[in-house]
């Protein structure tokens, strides 16, 4: 991943993570992998655990415990009504932020 | 909790008891992780500590699973466990006794003022 990228990820990881979950019914290990895949390398299990702690206070997702081969039982999370309309607001969000930045990149003298 | 465990924090210590013989089990990275992790944690803690607890039940979940999944706790949690404790306590709205104080310095000099 480049460098320094962590400060401007923070803001938008949560609609990544949202955007994830809404995709499929998933637990902390593959949404991290998932990140990991796309190239954002240093996304680690905790960071998305302090997110994905944020999304149930928040009420976005819903959760149910499964148990697992081996260890305890995972908390899976699937996105409900709150959570998909959170969603649609993020990426409305990110639609205007990324054709703002870009336009003041185009207008570069 | 009745009224003798909440004059007492015999409750928690009961719960910090159990957290222990958890932590105990983990392997020994994850147990260096999790002290550090206390370490960071409690000066978030309210007059009791009470405020804490869900969030270390939590961490230690997240710590069990992981490592039943083979994962080193350096992958887990990666090189800033401060970053990471500050967002848990951040995110649970755990008000420090800091806070307090800054909070009553505030009022405090707002009354002198005379406002």
Known sequence: ?109 | MNFWERITGSDMTKEMKSFESRAKKLPPDYQAAWEQINAYLWPHSDFTGRNLMPILDGVLGLLEETAADGQSVQEVLGDDIQGFCSALAGEEGAKSIRDKWREQLNQNIAKKLGK
């Open chain 1, 1 to 109: 991943m480049l460098e320094n990228l962590t400060e401007m990820l923070k803001g938008v990881l949560e609609g990544c993570v949202l955007e994830i979950i809404s995709r499929n019914e998933t637990y902390g290990y593959e949404i991290t992998r998932r990140l990991n895949a796309l190239g954002f390398t240093d996304v680690v299990e905790g960071t998305v655990y302090t997110i994905l702690i944020r999304l149930e206070k928040n009420k976005l997702v819903q959760i149910t415990k499964k148990p697992s081969d081996m260890g305890p039982p995972r908390k899976f999370f699937a996105i409900n009504d709150e959570g998909r309309e959170e969603l649609r607001k993020f990426w409305e969000k990110w639609e205007f932020l990324s054709s703002k930045i870009n336009e003041l990149k185009e207008t570069r003298p």
